[in-house]
């Protein structure tokens, strides 16, 4: 683990006594990924002190390791001239995204800034939805032809490489209106004689993706087959470009974000999960007033209900004191098994075909825990307020709501997912307030029924 | 998206007609990974006859697919003959990965039937923890002198093909006594002139694990760098093993859910996050009682507040409806604040150096969502109740609520990361309990105040 708050201090003391070399040094020494948490640490103008001192290849190597805020902010403190150089060093399609981040004034200016050949590109990656396929992509891509050996493909390999940028993961063999045809690993180059027929070893069976393809797609295609890298093709099977692991594995880790936001009750159909941190306030309140109304409705049925014990709530006020322990012990519980089943769901540990399993679990567990802390509440309650019939009803109370939220909350993802509604989005916010409204129904029935008679 | 009740259908029609033909074709027009979830779409016994029917190759590369789970459940269906044949096509790793989730006495039977050779080195992996960099990585690994040159190394590799399974990312360059010297990419092979000495080419500042090193570093590590691939040292720096990035995938999962597991208040300190779900009731209950318990105390503490207003209560026992409102709205935006702030700063989003940035957003946007309910529910209670000042008392205290817990949720998890506890695990109950007690206690207070003057 790097100490982040003792380099940042090095180069501080480098930078306040102008020592250049020091710097220089300091910088060198670490990782691109490194100096992505290392500049995160330091103060603006001191990053832009430090970012001009590192060598401007790693820089723009760095830069891919950023994430989109710290990329943009970085480009436009360095001006327009190193900006410039710095982005005709990156992957276009890391560029591509770059640009997705920025005002499309600003994108316009760099844009001009760059030769022909290279803008024109980047503005073919942007002309793709970002989070499709085809934003994600990068269009350099080898391609060999069917008939080549593999001596052939093997020199083809050491001319591109002196005269080009392009990453290697494998070969796609396509005809010559650029239709795929198969795919060959780095691993059979190697290790099949030199005369071998690339069709001969070439598979056909290829996973590949569409262009159009949603990012949620491409992310579930690449934890599925676990290939490092995929051909993206359009509707007619011309290959258009590849999306590497490594971009994959930054869409896999944003759907995840998206799935906790919206397991939380935060949207994320109206704002993107950027703008929801780092956009307006507006767009912020968008996108987390949804679930927030939703709530209010049921807890506004949750009132009406404790309205309607309103003769129970004068006899007994004191009552009103246990409201918000039962609720929060049964919404607890509730969004426990809530989680277990629709990250299960998600990541296919859980199917609907074991439900049964599983929600004869919960209830087993909920059970266990709500006759548990059902007696604990009983024993404080009938202690402080020295009257056990008022404990066991408190007590009896947070059992029963206890089991119910572990049984509702196991059942709902299932039943959201059999009725093709996204468990994780849907599954949280219903059943807080479904158990808020059961719970405080059975608390006053008990009440009604068993403590009125006795007081 | 394969339509997986479709596929199911067409695999119990082909069973049930004992057409093995036509069961065998439907097979193998899949690929490993799609027959994962399609026998995962089976019943039991429908799922035994398909996983016989399936080539064994195949079978066994499929298994290298299935979830933890399903690999013991097929391998004790299919008899201790198939299995052992099926084992000893697997990659050693993922056969002590399977044998880890299966009872003592059973991997001992599997491991007496196999060659000595292959139970020596499974033997091996097993000592080593399952959650370390050791129990995760593969031995098999090429190594190479660094005094080769290109093309001798590609005849090495060609010859190794024939003999022996092996994944390959990079070579790895280690001297006499196994001590890791450098890493060679095979695009570097591929690329460079065939006299060149691997010495020349080879990266000495290698990114490494070390064979003690918890997954979650792994984890950390795999997608800080996003390397294809990483080698595994000793402490003496002698390579034993890599761990490629489909295994590191996997444990990104694994680390995720737990992730959002603590952010529930699961803890997955006690019971292994796979025995939640399918271990024993007991273990289950053991894994989620710390937090509920913890929400216990803070929510008698709520109970006690409430207390206080003992004669504000009596009083006006009408005021208690509303307590779930005012506790779940402020608990819902609470766990959104939390929830942002959490997963950015785990996934490096959000710094700790902007967290004056993000608390002055959620303040703003809690203010904002507080003001719309507080007026939303003024209004409501107001036209409900038939009366304006309740109505006003009641939107107040909403409104000062969830400002409030947004607040509390945007700057806990910093605290806590600041003083090194981590904010995924100890944000979600604190800050629920701590919103209740001070809701309730500011409800009250403006009832006591400005209610009880005027009724």
């Given at each position: 683990m790097l100490n982040l708050e003792n380099i940042a201090d090095r180069i501080r003391e480098a930078i306040d006594g102008e020592n250049d070399k020091a710097l220089k040094e300091i910088l060198e020494s670490y990782h691109c990924a490194d100096l992505v948490e290392i500049l995160q640490e330091l103060k603006p103008e001191e990053r832009l002190i430090a970012f001009k001192a590192i060598d401007e290849d790693k820089a723009a190597e760095m830069l891919e390791y950023a994430p989109p805020q710290l990329q943009v902010e970085i480009l436009s403190e360095v001006g327009e001239e190193q900006a410039a150089r710095l982005i005709m060093k990156m992957p276009h399609d890391e560029v591509a995204d770059v640009f997705a981040e920025m005002e499309e004034d600003d994108t316009e200016a760099y844009l001009n800034k760059l030769p022909e050949k290279v803008s024109t590109e980047i503005r073919e990656l942007l002309?793709?939805?970002?989070?499709s396929a085809g934003g994600i992509m990068t269009p350099h891509v080898l391609t060999v032809n069917k008939d080549m050996r593999v001596e052939d493909v093997v020199a083809f390999i050491k001319s591109k490489a002196e005269q080009d940028e392009f990453e290697l993961y494998y070969l796609y063999v396509t005809d010559n209106q650029k239709h795929l045809l198969g795919v060959v690993s780095l691993r059979a180059l190697l290790t099949k004689?030199?005369?071998?027929?690339i069709e001969d070893i070439m598979t056909k069976d290829i996973v590949k993706l569409h262009i159009d393809d949603p990012q949620d797609a491409v992310a579930d295609i690449f934890m599925k087959y676990q290939y490092t890298a995929l051909p993206v093709v359009d509707l007619y099977n011309r290959l258009k470009g590849m999306i590497t692991w490594d971009d994959a594995q930054d869409i896999v880790e944003e759907e995840t974000t998206e799935e906790i936001y919206q397991t939380s009750g935060i949207s994320t159909d109206l704002v993107d999960e950027d703008e929801i941190i780092f956009g307006s306030t507006f767009d912020a309140v968008k996108a987390r007033c949804p679930w927030l109304f939703i709530t209010l409705l049921g807890e506004f049925i949750a009132a009406n209900v404790a309205d309607k014990f309103e003769n129970t709530l004068n006899a007994l006020?004191?009552?009103?004191?246990f409201m918000p322990l039962l609720a929060g012990l049964g919404g607890n519980i509730g969004t426990q098994s809530i989680t277990l089943m629709t990250r299960g769901l998600s990541t296919g540990q859980v199917s609907i075909n074991s439900a049964l399993y599983h929600i004869w679990k919960e209830l087993k567990v909920g059970l266990l825990i709500g006759l548990l802390f059902g007696a604990m509440v009983s024993l404080v309650t009938w202690k402080w307020q020295n009257n056990l019939e008022f404990g066991l009803v408190v007590g009896a109370a947070m059992a029963v709501n206890m089991t119910l939220a572990a049984f509702l909350g196991t059942i709902t993802p299932f039943v959201l997912k059999k009725i093709k509604i996204d468990p994780a989005v849907a599954s949280g916010p219903v059943i807080a307030t479904t158990i808020d409204v059961l719970g405080l129904a059975i608390y006053f029935s008990l009440v009604t029924v068993y403590l009125l008679k006795i007081v």
């Open positions: 002309a793709y939805k970002e989070d004689p030199y005369k071998t027929k006020p004191i009552i009103a004191i």
